[in-house]
């Protein structure tokens, strides 16, 4: 039994476009993107599914040897974490299991695209300068 | 970030209401009607310098008298903003309640979900904006009016305004628009990327101008209403339509220099190697090329790159990725729903990447040529 995921919904938010998906995280300041498969697989784990059903939905719809489906999978799941975009949840809470698209297609192992040009954007409106005593309009010392 | 409970931001908001009135005992209080996409807020300052502060970059949404208007917000209720300063009371302002870890992306405290009271607290500066969703009450206090910042002059009021005019099929977007009767073409990129150069190249040949960096989207197919002397016009929109929240632009003194015709118009002239950008009063310059509102027929990605200017077309993720970001991360307050309604945006109209050459002529050029390609 793999583990249970949910979106980071405090400070992540998503969109799917014609098969390509947009990760913003605004903790960070960084954004990503994922395509074919990793759009797949996103929607799936964004849906609740966990490890294990997300492994059996993959091979049913990617041709190709299961061992490194799996392999590239748990490095995505690993990257997902990683990056703040996926946390662990409760496995009540997951939902019933989803399904990837009909129809088989050959495997390409998915690519997390990381932007992080806004990350020095973000530093131009700190939002961590309040004195934690006093609070505003009191500016926390250097 | 730590759960603020919701008491607490209630009682703060009854109390920061109660720091106004007083604060309005002691200096005029000024109030304007501003007008948005058929919507109406009312803003109550306290104290004339503060509303000059505030108001300049405001002014083209200033109704001169009472216009009748169709209501056609969900909620029905016009927004109020009260503004005062920090200043204003002589024994000091009320303390927040919140902490440090309270604070979230974008200045937003604690995770608002659907809670009444929502907080935003602009430590970059020092601005609180409160608002009460359900009275669409909304409190903005700032530290001092002399201390407001250029860009705060430039785009002034930008959380109160998200709450007061965003909602169902209207979201706040951080993008130029220009365009004519053909339709508008939306800038999408973060600061720096050339939206501004592009929209006063545009503005100078030819094509009107609804602004360079933030605009009200309003994504929902159906009426729009806007008026027009003084009578209200209703058609069927089918497009997304974008209006104007600002009547100026901001531009970086290199690029300044490429718009000589436009010198006239700086309002804000910073000092060199300062960092601050010029502001332009593009209304006052030009009142006959700008434009309230438009519907958006593309969506074009501008980048600086010296040289020749090229258009291509992209795939909508690839304008997503340019236009979202800087979006959401200015104004995450809704957890998402604009990242959704900037998608639908993308995915509704062509999307073109835009290489900014040298030549402001060709700029223009190239502007043109895309409205002319999707006009309808």
Known sequence: MGRSLGVNSVHVVHETIDGETILIHLGTGTYYNLEGAGAEVWNLLAAGTDEARLLEAAYERYDGDPEPIAEALSTLVDELVGEGLLVEADAAVASEAQRLPAGRVPFTPPVLGVYTDMQEFMLVDPVHQVDEGAGWPHVKPA | ?376
Request: glycine share 10%.
């Open chain 2, 1 to 376: 970030m730590s759960s603020l409970p919701e008491r607490a931001l209630s009682e703060f908001f009854e109390r920061a209401e109660e720091e106004f009135a007083e604060v309005v005992t002691r200096t005029e209080l000024v109030e304007r009607e501003l007008h948005f996409a058929g919507q109406r807020v009312s803003v109550h300052m306290a104290g004339a310098e503060l509303a000059r502060t505030l108001m300049g970059a405001l002014a083209a949404r200033t109704a001169e008298r009472e216009v009748p208007r169709l209501q056609l917000s969900s909620d029905g209720i016009p927004a109020s903003i009260s503004v005062w300063e920090e200043s204003g009371r002589p024994q000091g302002a009320l303390p927040v309640p919140w902490r440090e870890e309270d604070i979230g992306p974008g200045g937003l405290v604690g995770r608002p979900g659907d809670h009444r009271i929502v907080a935003v607290h602009q430590t970059g500066y020092g601005a609180v904006t409160l608002v009460d969703r359900s009275s669409r009450r909304l409190l903005h206090r700032v530290p001092e009016s002399r201390r407001v910042p250029w860009w705060e002059r430039a785009a002034p009021l930008r959380p109160a305004l998200f709450w007061a005019l965003s909602g169902e099929g209207r979201v706040l977007v951080h993008a130029g628009v220009v365009g004519d009767g053909r339709g508008g073409v939306l800038l999408a990129g973060a600061s720096g990327s050339g939206k501004t150069t592009v929209a006063l190249a545009a503005l100078l040949h030819g094509i009107g101008y609804v602004s360079d960096d933030y605009v009200l989207l309003e994504t929902t197919p159906g009426l729009s209403a806007h008026s027009l002397y003084n009578v209200i016009s209703v058609r069927p929109d089918p497009v997304p339509t974008a209006h104007s929240l600002y009547n100026n632009a901001k531009l970086d003194l290199g690029h300044l220099k490429r718009f000589p015709a436009l010198a006239g118009a700086v309002i804000h002239p910073p000092a060199e190697a300062s960092g601050e950008k010029a502001v332009l009063d593009v209304k006052a310059a030009m009142p006959g090329a700008v434009r309230d509102h438009l519907p958006v027929r593309a969506v074009v990605v501008p980048r600086i790159q010296g040289g020749r200017t090229r258009v291509g077309s992209i795939s909508p993720v690839q304008a997503l990725l340019a236009l979202a970001p800087s979006t959401v991360f200015q104004m995450p307050f809704d957890e998402g729903k604009a990242l959704g309604s900037m998608g639908q945006l993308t995915r509704q109209v062509p999307c073109f990447s835009l290489d900014v050459g040298d030549d402001q002529t060709e700029l223009g050029e190239a502007i043109d040529h895309v409205l002319e390609q999707v006009a309808a």
